[in-house]
């Protein structure tokens, strides 16, 4: 038997300035949403041409940086460099120490760089680990479509529907898809029991929960779900003007 979770909490992420010249709408890691293990912090970024996060340092975590327009150039002092572009993730274990710098492209029509970063905590064992960065390119993602082609879901890390994301991208064990819900779309995807697990909505309107628990959740929402359950339920009305859009995301306690 399927329970379907319901909502615990959703609130909007505020605006608000971060590194040299960002904007970030923070969700995990507000006075909304802490104490939810292992996930620390959860950043929707915007970088203009100009700004940026210089030098800064990590240490006994993961972040995980999923780039939706643009590219950031990422460089440490160890000499690692990169770039991710739209659609490619960086998967950076921290462990016991990197110091780096995360700078946009200069896009010459001026146009932002905008992406979400999570931090994930890891546990005491691995906290003093060598740093390790695993890139995961757009094209390497597999993806699947649902409910007569009216759900897109690219499963960048985990299982849905059958599909099996690219394996050891973390050392925890997170799932993460991006969902794309067309009008009159609908979508079961199933997840382990007590593992926490929060939605983020970038665009449209979505409902998640069945009966009376059912609730329409607007962009740049936070919804976070109730442990008890082995699915979540979401859906786009029919006749909505857009698709809706959010990336979920769980991970079991430690
Ligand atoms: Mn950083």
Redesign the pocket.
Known sequence: MTITRAIRKAFLAIEQSEGAGARVRRSIGTPQLRNFSPFLMLDHFTIKPGAG?PD?P?RGQE?ITYLLEGAVDHEDFAGNAGTIEAGDLQF?TAGKGIM???MPRQNADGSANVGM?LWVDLPEKLKKCEPRYRDLRASEIPNIDIDDGKVHIKVISGQSHGVDSVKELAYTPVWIFDIDIKPGGKINQNLPEGWNAFAYTLSGSTSFGVGADKTSVGQFHNVVFEQKGDQIYAEVEDGAKENGRFCKLTFFPS
């Open positions: 996060f800064h990590h972040t950076m780096h710098a995360e970063q």
